[in-house]
């Protein structure tokens, strides 16, 4: 017990000082209130704010393919830090969202990277 009270931050009240700066990421409601994804895990639904939240940096990285469309690299060991899962559990994520119709996969093969498209879903 010592030792999570040694990495755990001890909560403090919130006041009306202006000095908060937290980064945020963005969760669409409908995932959470549309009844069409109700069977998309939490997790799997945590996964999309965070690729939506990379999309910016993709824009501003210029990855952007022939047809116009915006892609993103997010590696599995990313997902694992993320989300403090293992690589089956990544995977089977990544196989939710593309079931849905939230992802589409692109391999480039060679050792590469795979091209994710982060579709609407709002």
Do not use: H
């Amino acid at each position: 017990m010592r030792d999570l009270e040694k990495v755990c931050i001890q909560p403090k009240y919130n006041y009306c000082t202006g000095e908060e700066r937290f980064t945020f990421i963005k969760l669409p409601k409908c995932l959470v209130e549309d009844e069409g994804f109700v069977e998309l895990s939490m997790d799997a639904k945590l996964l999309y704010a965070f690729f939506l939240d990379r999309v910016s940096l993709s824009i501003k990285n210029g990855w952007i393919d022939n047809q116009g469309r915006v892609f993103i690299y997010y590696s599995i060991k990313n997902i694992c830090e993320d989300l403090n899962c293992g690589t089956q559990k990544a995977c089977k994520l990544l196989d939710e969202l593309e079931k849905v119709g939230a992802l589409e996969r692109k391999r480039q093969g060679l050792g590469r990277p795979n091209k994710l498209y982060l579709k609407k879903m709002f």
